[in-house]
């Protein structure tokens, strides 16, 4: 496998489009790139650096599985590597948004937070010095 640029994109099925374009793209602030129908849905192209995050809106929305980062195997949860860890933070506890882990340091030099999506899905933020 020959990469064809330096960075991974992602897919997420949710319940409520509008609900996670707020978080995604208002409270996070991830740039918005366009829309993509599916044949089994939309699609919404959100941009972090090099990364597409799409949001995808589902005709039918399926069951939801088990929420939790050890409850199931599987992707678990995406990482946004950031430089603003503190701020964002302070910003997110403002909107009220759960935290599934407070901003702690997990090594020298390196910084991490968790929180909860509207659907229950865990979003990591990593800060390094």
Request: hydrophobic share 40%; glycine share 10%; aromatic share 10%.
């Amino acid at each position: 496998m020959k990469p064809a640029k330096g960075s991974l994109d992602l897919g997420v099925i949710v319940s409520d489009i509008k609900a996670s374009l707020n978080f995604y793209q208002n409270i996070l602030g991830l740039e918005f790139v366009g829309i993509t129908s599916l044949w089994f849905g939309t699609m919404h192209r959100l941009r972090f650096g090099t990364s597409d995050f799409k949001l995808i809106e589902p005709k039918s929305v399926p069951p939801q599985g088990i929420i939790g980062l050890e409850n199931q195997l599987g992707f678990r949860y995406v990482t946004f590597v950031i430089e603003n860890l503190s701020q964002l933070c302070s910003d997110l506890k403002k909107e009220g948004i759960e935290f599934a882990l407070p901003e702690t340091e997990t090594r020298p030099g390196v910084r991490i937070a968790m929180v909860k999506d509207p659907d229950g899905n865990i979003v990591e933020f990593v800060e390094r010095s």
